[in-house]
């Protein structure tokens, strides 16, 4: 059981993100998706904010909207994988239009994809002094701090984002991100107050439920545990994380059939991480 836990902790298992339109959006667009790769921690280390990274990276192609040509093709090519067309266009795009904080946000993330994360640091670094504002740049600033093991800064972005657009997919990620790190850190109760903020701020985000009724399995609130999970299975019913955790409270409340059930439930949504604990427990 050690070991389930150990791994639900790790947030390196694929998480499902189930988010709903809330009424005052706007009609749903069909965009093509951010590649995962533009993100190398975030889409490593918390699957589930792929929903969000998909809103937040297009959110700023809007402005590209009458840009010069080579931004464009900078961005067009990012976008196929292509990186090294995307830093020739790139870094024509900068050279051409210096004051365009755009032009510096692309080349950081076409950056960050080839691990080049001083160069995107730097590009970052520009953009906000630009616009100190700039609640992407500031995202991405605390993905390249995480990377670099720069934890504290990351925070300080992090918090940056939150208090310069406190609701929205921006400050959800930030919240996301705050409660993650303070998990790793082993920061319990500071991790229930970010996913108390981000299940407050996005109630119909399964994900939330989710990482919250797991740190309060981790402090043995079960009962408050339990609640947080079936919230989550609510929204999303294929979220296997769920499922995993919602066994292991299950089992220290006696409840052994619905244990099992959530076991096999979690492992035939593809969490192989429960397979120890199947055979312990469940099939004897």
Not at 17 to 26: G, V
Not at 225 to 237: F, I, R, S, W
Not at 248 to 261: A, N
Request: hydrophobic share 40%; net charge negative.
């Amino acid at each position: 059981m050690g070991s389930l836990l150990m791994s639900m902790g790790s947030w390196n298992t694929g998480r499902k993100y189930r988010r709903a339109r809330p009424a005052h959006e706007p009609p749903a667009t069909t965009f093509p998706p951010c590649p995962p790769e533009l993100f190398p921690c975030t889409c490593r280390t918390n699957p589930a904010m792929k929903h969000l990274l998909g809103f937040l990276c297009l959110a700023p192609t809007m402005a590209l909207m009458g840009q010069d040509d080579a931004l464009l093709a900078g961005v067009t090519a990012m976008r196929k994988a292509d990186h090294s067309s995307a830093t020739v266009a790139l870094d024509k795009a900068v050279a051409d239009a210096p004051a365009n904080g755009r032009t510096w946000y692309y080349r950081a993330m076409n950056r960050m994809a080839l691990g080049d994360n001083d160069g995107a640091m730097l590009d970052l670094d520009q953009v906000l002094r630009l616009d100190p504002r700039d609640v992407h740049a500031l995202l991405r600033r605390a993905e390249v701090h995480q990377v670099r093991g720069d934890m504290d800064l990351a925070s300080t972005d992090l918090y940056r984002v939150i208090g310069t657009t406190p609701t929205g997919p921006a400050a959800e990620h930030a919240l996301f991100e705050l409660g993650r790190m303070a998990v790793l850190r082993n920061d319990l109760p500071a991790a229930l107050g970010h996913y108390d903020r981000l299940v407050e701020l996005a109630a119909d985000n399964a994900s939330a439920w989710c990482e919250r009724g797991i740190v309060r399995s981790f402090v043995h609130d079960d009962d408050n545990a339990v609640a947080d999970l079936e919230k989550a299975l609510e929204l999303a019913p294929d979220t296997d994380k769920a499922y995993g955790a919602l066994a292991v409270v299950y089992f220290r409340q006696g409840r052994e059939q619905e244990g099992c059930y959530a076991l096999h439930r979690a492992h035939d949504l593809g969490d192989r991480s429960v397979e120890e604990l199947l055979l312990l427990r469940c099939d004897r």
